[in-house]
């Protein structure tokens, strides 16, 4: 069985290389799927012979807290950087004067990432830290464990015992823009560009959610006391050997001509690539070199970075428009006049907050810079104050809400201003209410925007609950609806009936609950009423749920405008159960279950499953209803603590599956797949 294993996790960190770091899969999904599977079950029945570094550990699962701050082995140095191509000129001719001519170097792509350090002893992975002040970073070896690109363990041979390899994590343009989106239908602000959103990932406080995030590494420079490469290029190679992901775009040049060719070529090709690139990097390759040249006390003397002008282009800020989101945050939107920028044409930009319009100090009329560097959404950078026409009058943010002229609110901390008026505010009553009816949500056809805001503009629509008491009649007479349309609405209406309850939660638009959330949320409350009673402390326990969303929730359900929305819907016949499962037995009726630590023989998901098939309820917090407290292993001392106190039984996993009699768990559980490898990387 021990070989099986073995074999197993060998097979699997071959295939996950092949497809994650070569993107040349040999096999299909589905058989790869199958040995994860056989995989993770003797896992799971074999405990003893567990491994850190098994392909099933990519999917993180314990909260990791706040992050220990470790020191560099070498500081992590940052490199000396230009726009131009004599500085390059200068730097290769600096280093030949040092060392004498003909010295090669690297060119390599500039990653707009975040940096990372990965420890390696013995081949296997041991730890990830961030650049942090270059001298210490945080221990992120939770999270990065998580990222496909990364070897848990090394393969092939030669690598020194202990060393540590540096790269940068990116986020490849294609989970970008799938996170933002997600982010923006769960009503939370956008990252800005896929740097700041790799490094945000990077620090959340849930590996299964970094999981979820689809990072990506290059790596770039190995370090370490007993490596035997003379060279850069020759480490590089080799680490690529090793199974780490090594960018095929990197290139010996001789000259400085070299050099500017290979510059040339990047410029192009850069467009092209799924992720985000600022420059080129040029370092000596002999290593001995580099020893001669050093370093400064911030970058080393042997390779300098050569940075593309994001591109920018000038043009006329027409004017200024405030948007009103359907959670209330105001967006501050440029209309400008048509401009080309990097192939498309511009002629919208975003201008993010008041702060921002304050420091740009930018009047309409004004000739502005419009920028797009690593944001997708172009951004107006600057204003040419020598064009300014006379007496033009600054941009102010407004103090009152454009649409219904509430005063606007900025809470502390806030970039964002907010109109507090959610009930009365037109758009966003008509943004909620999209969002209600949107494809994810309740799926409801012929509601466009426009359509909405026609209905609520003639007090057809308040609420989404009101779409359940539209009648065609009143909608036929309607400017561009008729009879066929109306009861086209009707009908969808009718059919959202039986929309699952994690769309239903979904589409509420509880502010920070996106999709994910809500299914998450659905499976372990499994009734809106459990999750309405649920207080902001229980729900922060729950893995993937977090403080934050824990507190928008039961803000959300404290109000009570929403209270009587959930009563209306439920009320028209509205979902908000999710779908039962048949019980294996009521051994457990009634009871109220924590389960907590980790666990020899099952997953944690697998034994709530279970406390569910017989007919029990999970509990995320000890409380005084509380009938028993499942302790695993690294079980948290508070819960314990409150345990003991409260009287509460405290059980083991076999005395829990002796309690259900150990009847072979028959319900399948909704365990998500994370090991699935659904969308490629790249
Ligand atoms: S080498 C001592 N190579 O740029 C030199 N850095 O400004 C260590 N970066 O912190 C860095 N692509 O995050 C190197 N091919 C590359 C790079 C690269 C991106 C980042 C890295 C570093 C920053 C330095």
């Known amino acids: ?93 600096r280093v030949e004067k040092e060392v004498g001519e003909g010295v090669e170097y690297v060119c390599e792509l500039k990653f707009d990432g975040t940096a990372i350090s990965l420890n390696y002893e013995n081949g296997v992975l041991v730890r990830a830290v961030t650049r942090g002040d270059g001298v210490a970073g945080d221990d992120v070896t939770a999270n990065v464990r998580t990222i496909h690109s990364v070897p848990l363990r090394l393969v092939g041979s030669g690598w020194p015992a202990s060393f540590d390899i540096r790269g940068e994590i990116l986020m490849p343009f294609a989970a970008f823009e799938r996170l933002n989106a997600e982010r923006e239908a ?37 370090a370490g006391e007993e490596l035997s490469f003379a060279t850069h290029s020759e480490s590089l190679r080799a680490a690529r050997e090793w199974g780490f992901r090594v960018s095929e775009h990197s290139r010996v040049c001789r000259s400085i001509e070299g050099i500017r060719t290979y510059i040339a070529k990047i410029d192009t090709l850069r467009a092209g690539l799924p992720y985000a690139t600022d420059g080129v990097v040029i370092k000596v390759d002999s290593y001995a070199l580099q020893r001669r040249l050093g370093a400064t006390a911030k970058s080393p003397r042997w390779a300098v970075a050569y940075k593309f002008a994001a591109e920018s282009a000038a043009t006329r800020l027409v004017n200024v428009e405030f948007s009103v989101g359907r959670t209330g945050a105001i967006t ?37 810079y419009v920028e797009k560097g690593g944001e997708i959404i172009p951004k107006i950078t600057g204003v040419d104050l020598s064009v300014r026409p006379p007496g033009s009058v600054p941009l102010e943010f407004p103090a009152v809400c454009p649409a219904c002229g509430t005063a606007l609110v900025r809470d502390e901390g806030e970039a964002r201003h907010f109109c507090p008026n959610a009930a009365g505010c037109p758009p966003q009553i008509v943004g909620r209410i999209a969002h209600f009816v949107s494809r994810r949500a309740m799926d409801i056809e012929g509601l466009g925007e426009e359509t909405i805001a026609l209905l609520v503009a003639e007090g057809l629509l308040m609420t989404p609950a009101d779409l359940y008491t539209l009648r065609a009649e009143q909608l036929a007479p309607l400017p561009r609806l008729g009879d066929k349309s109306a009861e086209n609405i009707v009908a969808g209406v009718a059919a959202s009936l039986k929309v699952p309850f994690s769309r239903i939660l979904y589409a509420l638009g509880i502010r920070m609950v996106g999709e994910t959330t809500a299914k998450y949320l659905a499976a372990h409350f499994r009734s809106l009423d459990a999750l309405a009673a649920a207080s902001a402390e229980e729900l922060a326990q729950i893995e993937e749920v977090g403080n934050k969303v824990g507190e928008a929730i039961s803000e959300y359900f404290t109000d009570p405008q929403n209270r009587a929305l959930v009563e209306r819907l439920r009320a028209a016949g509205v979902n908000l159960l999710a779908e039962t499962k048949t019980a294996v037995s009521d051994t457990l009726d009634g009871k109220h279950i924590v389960i907590s630590g980790s666990f020899a023989t099952h997953s944690r998901d697998d034994l709530k499953a279970m406390v569910e098939a017989h007919g029990g309820r999970n509990q995320s917090a000890v409380a005084t209803n509380t009938d028993y407290l499942l302790a695993g292993e690294k079980i948290g001392p508070a819960k314990l603590t409150k345990a003991r106190k409260l009287a509460i039984p405290i059980i083991s996993e076999d005395e829990f599956m002796e309690m259900i009699g150990d009847v072979k768990n028959s319900t399948a559980s909704e365990k998500n797949d994370n090991n699935s490898r659904q969308g490629k990387l790249f």
């Open 186 to 222: 769960a009503g939370e602000p956008p990252f800005a560009n896929p740097r700041n959103a790799a490094a945000g990932s990077l620090k959340l406080q849930s590996p299964a959610l970094v999981a979820r995030r689809g990072l990506a590494t290059f790596l770039y420079s190995v």
């Open 1 to 93: 069985m021990k070989q099986r294993i073995e074999r197993l996790r060998e097979v699997l960190a071959h295939h996950n290389h092949k497809y994650y770091v070569e993107n040349a899969p040999e096999i299909g999904d589905e058989q790869f799927d199958r040995m994860m599977r056989e995989l993770a079950d003797l896992e799971a029945a074999h405990p003893e012979w567990d491994d850190p570094s098994s392909p099933t550990r990519r999917v993180g699962s314990d909260l990791s807290g706040g992050f220990v701050t470790v020191a560099h082995g070498r500081p992590m140095l940052s490199l000396a950087n230009t726009y131009s191509m004599e500085e390059v000129a200068g730097f290769s001719a």
């Open 332 to 368: 501050p939107v440029a209309n400008l006049e048509p401009v080309q920028l990097a192939g498309t044409t511009v002629k919208r930009a975003s201008m993010h907050n008041a702060d921002q319009i304050a420091m740009l100090d930018v009047k309409i009329g004004d000739m502005v």
